[in-house]
């Protein structure tokens, strides 16, 4: 295709993706391009974030193979199916990616967004580490104008944090213990300060991530060991209003269950694909609330690109790294070894 022609918005009929094919496979690959079906959109994509979630799926092949990865995703609008009238062509924005089926029991109970047989972007055959793709035109939320594709793209873990901080035990603390400073620990803290939390400690052993913390609004930032528990209790004699286990780990986990305070609240956001041995009486004597929380909504979504543009967070410091597409396949398993990033942001340059 001419230069000229891809300048001007022509839409290719091949693109790049990187595409799982089973269990740490992933390979760079030519595909069609999409095109939109009634009610949907053709969004050309210009960031995607890599996830945690990606990692899992990336290490598991969760949902089989055939998979184009990637949710936290910026784009703009390429093409339009049929009867699709107010999302104009050429806007740029965030692609909500859940997806419910509308026929299930929880969908037809009014729990569409616990439904277990649709399938979201980055876990089909369309995803963020593909140029392009189709999205009903109701999952499109237009971003304000200006904004770095990699920022935007940061709106959606952003909004986990939203949502999780969105519980009425959450938003009454005045303490925090956010154990996991990653992109959802950070955003969990970014979200605690807005609502109101005056005091929070983070957990976290990685330099730039100590940093992020700190810079966040966390007060004190401890690194993981056999010392952290009387450093707690210095700073919280009774243990903490609300405690925000991001990491996953089973042995994070049971912390999070010492580290509240009786009557306080252990909010889960790490995603452990582990059994965890646990003893329920410590949460019983304690009387804690135990909560979760998983994703976000279309409002959150809006709620986080509102933070962004008005200034209240800043994610600029937080894509700690910008890779171009091809070097995907080698990110997620740098990622998973450790690599000292918080987040790592796929560029399309659809030259």
Not at 106 to 118: D, I, K, N, S
Not at 332 to 337: E, I, N, T, V
Request: glycine fraction near 14%; proline fraction near 7%; charge should be negative.
């Amino acid at each position: 295709m001419p230069e000229t022609a891809a300048r001007a918005g022509a839409i290719p009929e091949r693109m790049r993706a990187v595409v799982q094919h089973g269990p740490r496979d992933l390979r760079l690959e030519e595909r069609p391009v999409p095109r939109p079906g009634p009610g949907e959109v053709l969004v050309r994509v210009r960031a995607s974030g890599i996830c945690g979630s990606d990692l899992h799926t990336w290490r598991e092949a969760i949902y089989g193979g055939g998979i184009v990865l990637g949710h936290e995703i910026c784009g703009e609008v390429a093409g339009l199916g049929d009867g699709v009238r107010d999302v104009p062509t050429g806007v740029a924005g965030v692609i909500y990616s859940g997806s419910s089926c509308g026929r299930c029991p929880r969908c037809q109970g009014g729990l569409g967004y616990y439904c277990q047989e649709g399938h979201g972007l980055g876990s089909s055959a369309l995803g963020g580490l593909g140029e392009y793709l189709v999205a009903p035109a109701t999952s499109f939320i237009a971003a304000p104008a200006g904004l770095d594709p990699a920022v935007v793209a940061f709106a959606e873990p952003l909004a986990n944090g939203l949502r999780a901080l969105d519980f009425p035990e959450a938003r009454a603390a005045r303490s925090a213990v956010v154990i996991g400073a990653g992109p959802i620990g950070l955003s969990c803290l970014a979200a605690a300060r807005q609502a109101g939390v005056e005091r929070i400690v983070a957990i976290e052993g990685r330099a730039r991530r100590r940093d992020a913390a700190l810079a966040l609004g966390a007060e004190r930032v401890l690194a993981p060991g056999d010392d952290v528990q009387p450093a707690l209790r210095d700073v919280f004699p009774l243990g903490a209003d609300l405690v925000v286990e991001a990491v996953g780990r089973p042995d994070t986990i049971r912390q999070s269950f010492r580290w509240a305070r009786p009557g306080g609240t252990v909010l889960l956001m790490g995603l452990c694909l582990e059994d965890v041995e646990m003893r329920p009486l410590g949460w019983l004597l304690k009387e804690l609330v135990i909560r979760s929380s998983l994703g976000c909504d279309r409002d959150d979504l809006r709620g986080a690109l509102d933070w962004i543009d008005s200034g209240a967070v800043d994610p600029r410091p937080l894509v700690t790294r910008r890779i171009p597409l091809e070097d995907a396949v080698d990110a997620l398993p740098d990622l998973a070894a450790g690599a000292d990033e918080i987040k790592v942001v796929v560029e399309h340059t659809h030259a």
